[in-house]
């Protein structure tokens, strides 16, 4: 187990995820249903679907195009949606 790339994966992803959607979809079940364990439950199952998914197609977009490439790609991506955001136009 790499502690380092868990530690700063784990950092990244509580920063980017504080304050989103999914939060405030959490924040509206629980207030809808008043079952927070399920809620949580059905959350983390959710989110960890959606990561494996991640992982798996990651795994193999780096065997089909080179890890620079997608760092690349990737920084691009957010930089233009940040500015598509910025302009409201998405």
């Known amino acids: 187990m790499d502690w380092n790339v868990l530690l700063s994966?784990?950092?990244?992803?509580?920063?980017?995820?504080l304050g989103d959607k999914t939060q405030l979809a959490v924040i509206s079940m629980v207030s809808k249903y008043g079952h927070p364990g399920a809620v949580?439950?059905?959350?983390?199952?959710?989110l960890a679907v959606v990561t494996l998914l991640g992982?798996?197609?990651g795994q193999v977009l780096c065997r089909l195009v080179p890890a620079i490439f997608l760092r690349k790609a990737s920084a691009v991506a957010f930089v233009v949606l940040?500015?598509?955001?910025?302009?409201?136009?998405l």
Request: zero cysteines; aromatic letters at 18%.
């Open 40 to 46: 949580f439950m059905g959350a983390v199952g959710a």
């Open 9 to 17: 994966t784990f950092v990244l992803l509580f920063v980017a995820e």
């Open 55 to 57: 992982v798996l197609g």
């Open 82 to 89: 940040g500015i598509l955001i910025w302009f409201e136009v």
